[in-house]
């Protein structure tokens, strides 16, 4: 009779907040397995998440709650609160600013998500500006939280 290893425990980070989607798996707390493609989110991510969850046991899932694509943002909070309500698995949201080093995050048209003085607001900035989201290496000063609630900031639209 065979006897398959018991799965390895890892945590996960989510970054769909604009393309490309980013998976990173952890054990512990270092990037072992990293995961990025083009695909739309929706597509992408239960496919994603069927070879993670075969292959490792998920603990731990954090996640880029906002500011950026509203669908997006939507589709990832409902996709993890269903994991998290089936499978236990704790969830972690996360400011999209913590993984593309605070720059400006794509809205619409020249409006741009900023932060200033601590409040993420909207801002005309001139020129494209292209902030790379990235996966960080290590989780240990991952400023993340148990509020998972999407961060939604709508920025008003002018006629």
Do not use: W
Request: aromatic share 10%; proline share 5%; charged share 25%.
């Amino acid at each position: 009779m065979e006897h398959s290893s018991p799965k390895s425990r890892v945590d996960v980070v989510v970054v769909a907040l604009g393309s490309p989607l980013l998976v990173g798996v952890y054990e512990d707390g270092m990037l072992v397995k990293k995961i990025e493609t083009e695909q739309k989110t929706s597509e992408a991510l239960p496919l994603i998440f069927k070879e993670i969850l075969q292959e490792f046991n998920v603990e731990k899932i954090y996640f880029a709650k906002g500011p950026g694509s509203f669908m997006a943002i939507k589709l990832v909070y409902i996709f993890f609160k269903t994991l998290q309500i089936t499978t236990g698995t704790k969830l972690y949201g996360c400011e999209g600013f913590v993984f593309n080093g605070d720059m400006p995050i794509k809205a619409v048209g020249n409006l741009y998500f900023v932060k200033e003085n601590g409040k993420i607001v909207t801002k005309k900035l001139s020129g494209e500006i292209k902030a790379q989201f990235s996966l960080p290496e290590r989780l240990d000063n991952l400023a993340c939280s148990e509020d998972i609630s999407p961060l939604y900031v709508i920025p008003a639209v002018k006629a």
